[in-house]
């Protein structure tokens, strides 16, 4: 059964930093994409930024350029989400997700993050809030 579990959400006051890890396990971790998305009270879900298969492609939306790292470690099937410069307006529930369908590039949204529409194996999501 593939199984994507998220860790390391909490609190933080503006200005702080998380990192997120998202544990895989079940499948081919090593062969797909993997995004990070996030998803705030009464808003859509929208994609935070992307890593391809190798990790050599990395894709962010405009608004965490600069503040924001993915990285991922194919051999411990883990992908992370290192978070700095926390703003009030990062506090969302923070989503990994896997996307079978690409690998050498990913899909990409018109805002530069990934395209939730093309990623089908999703964790349950942690919280992240930031206190201004």
């Known amino acids: 059964q593939v199984q994507l579990v998220e860790s390391g959400g909490g609190s933080v006051q503006a200005g702080g930093s998380l990192r997120l890890s998202c544990a895989a396990s079940?499948?081919?971790?090593?062969?797909?994409?993997l995004g990070w998305f996030r998803q705030a009270p009464g808003k859509e879900r929208e994609g935070v930024g992307a890593i391809s298969a190798g990790g050599t492609r990395v894709y962010y939306v405009d608004s965490v350029k600069g503040r924001f790292k993915i990285s991922r470690d194919n051999a411990k099937n883990t992908l992370y989400l290192q978070m700095s410069s926390l703003q009030p307006e990062d506090s969302a529930t923070y989503y990994c997700a896997a996307s079978p369908r690409f690998g050498v590039t990913c899909s990409r949204d018109q805002r530069g993050g990934p395209l939730v529409a093309d990623y089908d194996i999703w964790g349950q999501g942690i919280r992240v809030t930031v206190s201004s």
């Open positions: 079940g499948y081919t971790f090593s062969s797909y994409c």
